[in-house]
């Protein structure tokens, strides 16, 4: 099952959030100076090699990726207001 919130969806979201845990009554969708910024962290893949610097490939032909040497660089977006988070649910029964 696919789920679809808009930017606008969320913003109601945590404003009764805020409402309801820290007593802070505020207008996130209008009252806003600026767009919210998300931070996350953005994984960048390290390709396994030979000594001699060829990439390795694996039984299908694709390059193999080096996990061990993984590492993650901290990125930002800016959420605007036509942007949205779509879920990808497990079909329910």
């Known amino acids: 099952m696919r789920i679809k919130i808009d930017q606008w969806e969320v913003l109601r979201a945590l404003e009764?959030?805020?409402k309801t845990e820290y007593n802070v009554d505020c207008d996130l969708v209008e009252g806003l100076h600026t767009w919210p910024v998300i931070d996350y962290q953005e994984r960048i893949l390290v390709k396994k090699?030979?000594?001699n610097g060829r990439v390795v490939k694996?039984?299908?032909?694709y390059d193999e990726i080096d996990y061990s040497k993984t590492t993650h660089k901290k990125a930002s977006i800016e959420w605007s207001e036509f942007d949205s988070?779509?879920?990808f649910l497990p079909a329910q029964s």
């Open 49 to 51: 090699k030979h000594k």
């Open 85 to 87: 988070i779509t879920l």
């Open 16 to 18: 009764l959030y805020f």
């Open 58 to 61: 694996n039984e299908n032909g």
